[in-house]
């Protein structure tokens, strides 16, 4: 019976150590995908704010969007969502849950609560591949810059048109106007 006890507190020991090192190797694992989820973060954000180069609604960019609509008979259902959402007015990352009954002859509820994230709570909840692969195709769906500097040079080449009609040439005539 001794040297049972002995075994059973040797594997014990064996475990707790292995177990102490995949705590470590998993927190440090979640701070190190935080921290390259807040680095992808702000480069995206500083573009974002400084080139309006995003097409977005309400300014805001669905990373995730878990929702599911669950039918509960002819014409009415819920619809249960969880989304992680990246303001760019608030420059946060938010997380918002919602549920919703709809349908004919019933009555409709909603409940929405939203809260910011760290990054760190993030990647926890929703992992960073996860999180990636919501951000790529967010940026699939945007229009390439190109596009978007061409419309500007549009407006400016407009502009200059414009500037260009509403001056005199040197002889005092006035420029004949060129609609834009």
Do not use: H
């Amino acid at each position: 019976m001794a040297a049972t006890l002995v075994r059973v507190n040797e594997v014990l020991d064996a475990f707790t150590r292995e177990a102490s090192k995949l705590a470590e190797a998993k927190s440090a694992a979640l701070k190190k995908e935080a921290e390259a989820l807040e680095s992808i973060l702000k480069r995206l954000l500083t573009g974002v704010l400084y080139c309006d180069m995003l097409y977005l609604e309400k300014n805001e960019l669905i990373l995730i969007d878990k929702s599911q609509e669950i039918p509960m008979g002819e014409n009415r259902g819920i619809k249960v969502s969880n989304r992680l959402i990246l303001s760019v007015d608030k420059v946060a990352l938010v997380r918002r849950f919602g549920v919703e009954q709809w349908g004919t002859g019933t009555a409709f509820f909603e409940f929405a609560d939203e809260q910011e994230m760290s990054c760190v709570e993030a990647v926890k909840s929703f992992g960073l591949d996860a999180i990636c692969v919501g951000l790529m195709d967010q940026l699939k769906c945007q229009p390439p810059g190109d596009v978007i500097t061409s419309e500007y040079q549009e407006r400016i080449e407009r502009a200059d048109k414009l500037l260009a009609a509403t001056q005199q040439d040197e002889g005092g005539e006035n420029v004949e106007i060129i609609e834009a």
